[in-house]
């Protein structure tokens, strides 16, 4: 069975810096999707990026990028230029050839102003 | 609809009465999925359709919980006598096959 794994319950980065949030995971197929949602105070989870397994190149959106490195099943979003807004709960997620998606425990990203 | 929506948006019960929680999916949207999130946790897989496939029930946490859903549009998720550990925020989330979820903004239980 397929996991997802992230190992920082808890982040802090100062207004206007970088922060990476971790992400692993654990699955034998090769062909999968792979996601970090964002939810917020107002518990509205919201796409923030995907990745499609068989692309080679990171997937960008705008401030917020990936690392996906496929033989470590890692999968991390960098987060530049903090804003204020960014501050809420990360979630990664892996979603296998049946469609079921599973999802990290979450990471909650405070934003130092 | 513009996106997925969930009602009621907050429920509160009385500890062993039933309740019924409904989720209206994006139209078109062949796979609809129930979490279960308490407070300041993760999103805990409860139930999955895809199309006229058999759902894939693994998550339910015992018998007294089970979800229908009609065709691929309206699902309704049912507890039946509610424990206080049932307290959580139930969302649901939609996709077309091979997409990411569209989430609804979820339904807070609350069993007193």
């Known amino acids: 069975a397929q996991t997802v794994t992230q190992s920082q319950p808890e982040m802090s980065v100062q207004e206007a810096e970088t922060v990476t949030l971790s992400c692993t995971y654990d699955?034998?197929?090769?062909?999968?999707?792979l996601f970090w949602y964002k939810q917020p105070p107002s518990r509205q989870m919201i796409l923030v990026i995907r990745q499609e397994a068989y692309k080679q190149q990171n997937a960008t959106e705008n401030r917020f990028s990936v690392n996906f490195q496929k033989a470590a099943k890692s999968f991390s979003l960098k987060i530049s230029d903090s804003q204020l807004g960014d501050a809420a709960m990360y979630f990664c997620a892996y979603r296998n050839r049946d469609d079921k998606i599973i999802f990290g425990k979450g990471t909650r990203l405070h934003i130092l102003p | 609809g513009a996106g997925v929506s969930q009602s009621p948006s907050n429920k509160v019960t009385e500890k062993g009465k039933d309740v019924e929680l409904r989720c209206d999916p994006i139209?078109?949207?062949?796979?609809l999925y129930w979490y279960r999130q308490r407070l300041g946790q993760g999103l805990e897989f409860l139930i999955y359709f895809q199309g006229n496939s058999a759902p894939d029930k693994s998550g339910l946490p015992s018998d007294r919980f089970s979800a229908e859903r009609t065709g691929e549009s309206v699902s309704t998720l049912t507890i039946q006598r509610t424990q206080q550990e049932d307290s959580a925020v139930y969302l649901c989330a939609s996709s077309l096959q091979g997409y990411e979820q569209f989430f609804g903004p979820g339904t807070r239980l609350t069993v007193l």
């Open positions: 699955t034998s197929e090769s062909d999968y999707y």
């Open positions: 139209s078109g949207h062949t796979a």
